[in-house]
Nanobody, 123 residues
Framework: QVQLVESGGGLVQAGGSLRLSCAVS????????MGWYRQAPGKQREQVAR???????NYADSVKGRFTISRDNAKNTVYLQMSSLRPEDTAVYYC?????????????????WGQGTQVTVSS
């Protein structure tokens, strides 16, 4: 099995910072792209940031210059450093990972999700 465990959410005032972490564990060979998504009440889940195994990143326009995604491949962990937080950043944040596994014969890739962590930014 594969587990993604997130941590670091909470309540912060506008302009503040938070750092989210997501550790991947289980029977894995490697991890491809990793990312963070968020879902606010009444809205669809949206991609916030994504990082390839190589370290190449991309960001939603709404968070560029404020959020930084990074990963530690040795620890199978992805981070999201969030700064200059705004009330509109309030959402449940989910991590996602493209996990490469082996069934004894073939390699295959599945996408896995964390359970979500609440980020609330007060004005």
């Amino acid at each position: 099995q594969v587990q993604l465990v997130e941590s670091g959410g909470g309540l912060v005032q506008a302009g503040g910072s938070l750092r989210l972490s997501c550790a991947v564990s289980g029977s894995i060979v490697s991890i491809g792209a990793m990312g963070w998504y968020r879902q606010a009440p009444g809205k669809q889940r949206e991609q916030v940031a994504r990082v390839a195994y190589s370290g190449t990143t991309n960001y939603a326009d709404s968070v560029k210059g404020r959020f930084t995604i990074s990963r530690d491949n040795a620890k199978n962990t992805v981070y999201l450093q969030m700064s200059s937080l705004r009330p509109e950043d309030t959402a449940v944040y989910y991590c996602n990972a493209d996990v490469i596994r082996n069934d004894g014969t073939n390699f295959y890739t599945n996408a896995y999700w964390g359970q979500g962590t609440q980020v609330t930014v007060s004005s």
